[in-house]
């Protein structure tokens, strides 16, 4: 069952932003890379450090902390199986934007191996 949390439309970042907000005791970042929208928990799994304020490399986010990079997608670290920050899908239905909450990933079948 899905659990769709709508993003007010002042929140919803213009292209190159990005936008933090809270939703029942969850932080969120969401983040537009040319139009293309990614949603991702705002704590890095590693430490806690926020990652809203990452410097971005194309899809890849720089944890601030300790460098850490987390691909937007799919939440993973390249070269670390099994470890990465939850990400959301993100819908867009009829000009109004949705997080779908009930889907975080990397989930098992994601296999955070993958080479950036
Ligand atoms: S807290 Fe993010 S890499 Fe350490």
């Given at each position: 069952m899905?659990?769709?949390l709508e993003v007010p439309a002042a929140q919803v970042p213009?292209?190159?932003g990005r936008s933090l907000f809270r939703h029942e005791g969850k932080s969120l970042v969401l983040f537009n890379l040319n139009g293309e929208l990614y949603a991702i928990?705002?704590?890095c799994p590693h430490n806690g450090a926020s990652l809203f304020g990452g410097r971005?490399?194309?899809r890849l986010l720089h944890c601030p902390a300790h460098g850490l990079r987390f691909d937007l997608a799919t939440?993973?670290?390249a070269g670390v199986k099994g470890?990465?920050?939850a990400t959301y899908a993100v819908e867009l239905q009829?000009?109004?934007c949705f997080i779908d909450l009930?889907?975080?990933r990397p989930q098992e079948s994601i296999v955070c191996l993958q080479q950036q």
């Open positions: 899905s659990r769709l213009p292209a190159g928990d705002e704590g971005l490399d194309g939440g993973c670290v470890f990465g920050v009829q000009g109004r009930s889907r975080p």
